[in-house]
């Protein structure tokens, strides 16, 4: 899967706090009862809010891995519309299409 250079130097910098980063998204999956599918759904619906374009293609790429479609993946863009306005909703739309077009999606 592709991660961002920065995300990399990160992990290289930080170990004990990635290592405790990764514990917690872990923790986190587990104290639920969503599917893998349906969390990866939720996080893009939370990237998109949060306006953030490396969250948004990042958490699109894991719906895919997870089986989402690409229907199911612009839809939660789309209901974003309403809650986060037309323009975060349309740059994260932008995002998406751009992971959705590569090769590798």
Not at 30 to 52: C, Y
Not at 64 to 71: I, K, M, T, V, Y
Request: charged share 20%.
């Amino acid at each position: 899967m592709y991660l961002p250079d920065i995300y990399k130097v990160f992990s290289e910098r930080f170990p004990a706090v990635f290592k405790d980063y990764q514990q917690l998204g872990h923790s986190t999956r587990q104290a639920g009862p969503l599917d893998e599918k349906t969390q990866d759904l939720v996080k893009l619906g939370i990237a998109v809010g949060a306006n953030s374009q490396g969250a948004v293609m990042s958490h699109t790429r894991k719906c895919l891995a997870a089986g989402a479609s690409p229907e199911e993946i612009v839809h939660v863009v789309l209901l974003a519309l309403t809650t986060t306005g037309f323009p975060n909703m349309i740059a994260a739309l932008r995002w998406v299409d751009t992971v959705l077009a590569s090769p590798k999606a």
